[in-house]
């Protein structure tokens, strides 16, 4: 009997297979007829079926054709405990006294074929190659299913990363995405700020904005902005908000000893202040401490190139919760853009305080050509503060009103000696010439622009509340306020000094001849803010710089 006759077919299987019959013969029998099926088959025989037992538990077989009726350990045992130690084993029955009920059992244990003896051979070989091709293909499917198994798992692993990795990508993008918008929005509003706050020239102005603008962005009580003087070493002008209130900021000083407190500390090393409190801060002054009495603050310097012009100051109150990082990037990022103007505002400042100075001694000079003028100005000043304050003046047009008291007869410059300096009424032709001096004032500060409405006030300051005056014939409130207060300060000096053409006359006869002409030459609410004015003030002031 030849294998091509049997038709069987090569496995790719190396199999092992152990041939297990108590009859020696047979066992032989079924080895040599396998052998000769395929000798790349590692055929081994047992008879001993102990033996065979442990061969079957201990050794690697792909195959155990076995006898099921044996002495000791029957068939279907062996079977049992061969397949309990290696699962892929194949069975294969042969037997000559088999029972429906050994057959069953073989079946539920995984026998894949039944071969009865006396033995068909070329039937035993086809059942063995059978089985072990059956083997094989199994084996096969097994690895594949192994591998797709590890291939899916590991897909399952990489998708989990992946899915991680997009959630972290996410999240970071989201993050990224809202700092972005904060760094465009803080841009945004950064370049704004930057932009409107070099169109404010008033330094005062200027830096009641910039202290809004601090409170605005980070919650505190006050926010201060201190300029520092690098000449004097010491803090110079502030202004202060109060962002829970309605009130204006209003401008406050603080007289700290040269290079001293934590203002100038600040100021000096560029470096943020943080006081948690006030009162154990051995870096607060004692005028600081008495300035901002009790809680925390925040001291941001103004920086400018390698220096500092100032600084912020916040302000909490005890109870409230310490500065974070948070509020002082807000507050840098201001004040990073606050330095240039209000360098720009300091200079305009002082060109403006320089050229006011130079006209004051020009005002005070032509004073001066005129005797009976000497000291009118600055009476005329100490009259209109506390008439501007009583008719509730702004804090641009008091300083308007400042400026203005000290210069509005500033156009006698251009009037002859003569035509004022004598005694008795002036001539027609000599009023035409006094009556230019409030156009040629103000043409005389037309110039200067950062004086803003200064001139419209000197222009004004002898129109008529009912139209009657000079020289442009306004009325009412076409007069600027500042003016109307100013015409009363004026005319009440006037009355009450000595002139070339008559003398003095008294307080109150002053009074009650303004009180007549209020609504006439004087805006009656400015009369009645003189007329409410203690006496002593009034004389106080009458006597003064005579
Ligand atoms: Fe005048």
């Known amino acids: 009997m030849s294998p091509s006759s049997a038709e069987v077919v090569r496995t790719e299987f190396e199999a092992r297979i152990l041939v297990v019959d108590d009859e020696p013969d047979v066992a032989l029998l079924v080895s040599e007829t396998l052998r000769e099926a395929d000798p790349s088959w590692q055929i081994e025989t047992e008879s001993d079926p102990e033996r065979a037992l442990a061969r079957v538990t201990g050794e690697p077989f792909d195959c155990l054709i076995t006898d ?41 244990l995984g026998f894949t074929d039944y071969i009865e003896k006396p033995f068909d051979l070329e039937g035993l070989q086809r059942a063995v190659c059978r089985t072990l091709r059956r083997q094989v293909r199994d084996q096969r ?88 003087e690098a000449d004097d070493g010491a803090v110079g002008l502030m202004v202060r908000a109060h962002p829970d209130s309605e009130e204006s900021p209003t401008l406050c000083w603080l007289r700290t000893p040269i290079r001293s407190g934590v203002i100038c500390r600040a100021v000096q090393s560029r470096k943020t202040i943080h006081i ?37 100051v916040l302000h909490r109150p005890p109870e409230a919760p310490d500065f974070q990082a948070t509020d002082v990037k807000r507050v840098t990022a201001l004040a990073n853009v606050m330095a240039p103007a209000i360098l720009s505002a300091k200079v305009h400042h002082r060109q403006r305080c320089q050229v006011y100075a130079s006209l004051e001694m020009v005002a005070v000079a032509n004073e001066e050509r005129f005797p009976y003028l000497r000291g009118h100005s600055a009476r ?28 509005h007869d500033i156009g006698y410059v251009v009037i002859p000696h003569t035509a004022i300096n004598h005694s008795g009424p002036l001539s027609d032709d000599q009023w035409e010439v006094v009556r230019r001096h409030p156009a040629v004032g103000a043409d005389f500060l037309k110039p200067l622009e950062f004086f803003g409405e200064v001139g419209d006030v ?89």
């Open 68 to 108: 099921l009726v044996m002495p000791q350990v029957g068939g279907l045992s062996l079977a049992e405990k061969a397949k309990a130690a290696n699962e892929d084993i194949a069975l294969i029955a042969i037997s000559g006294r088999g029972t429906l009920e050994s057959t069953i059992e073989a079946l539920r």
């Open 141 to 228: 499917l097994k690895n594949r299913f192994a591998e797709l198994a590890q291939t899916k798992a590991r897909m399952e692993a990489e998708q989990t990363q992946i899915s991680q990795k997009l959630e972290i990508a996410s999240h970071d993008l989201v993050r990224s995405n809202r700092r972005m918008a904060r760094q465009m929005e803080g841009l945004a509003t950064t370049a704004d700020v930057a932009r409107s706050l070099m169109g404010i020239l008033e330094l005062e102005d200027l830096l009641g904005l910039c202290a809004e603008l601090v409170g605005d962005r980070v919650s505190c009580q006050t926010s201060t902005i201190a300029l520092y």
């Open 276 to 312: 948690n409190d006030l009162a154990d801060s051995v870096l607060v002054d004692f005028q600081e401490r008495e300035f901002w009495q009790t809680g925390k603050l925040l001291v941001v310097p103004i920086p400018f190139q390698k220096n500092a012009v100032g600084a912020a």
């Open 380 to 407: 005329v000043l100490a009259y209109a503060q506390p008439l501007g304050q009583a008719v509730g003046l702004s804090q641009s047009e008091t300083g308007a009103l400042q400026i203005a008291a000290r210069l």
């Open 458 to 546: 000197i222009r004004a300051h002898h129109e008529s509340y009912d139209g009657t005056g000079y020289p442009d014939q306004k009325a009412g409130e076409e007069i600027p306020l500042v003016a109307r207060v100013l015409t009363v300060a004026d005319a009440f000096d006037g009355m009450t000094s000595h002139r070339p053409f008559r003398g003095a006359i008294s307080r109150d006869d002053a009074l009650e001849q303004i009180r007549k002409l209020a609504g006439q030459q004087f805006d009656p609410q400015v009369v009645e803010a003189l007329v409410g004015l203690p006496a002593e003030t009034l004389d106080e002031i009458a006597d003064s710089w005579r």
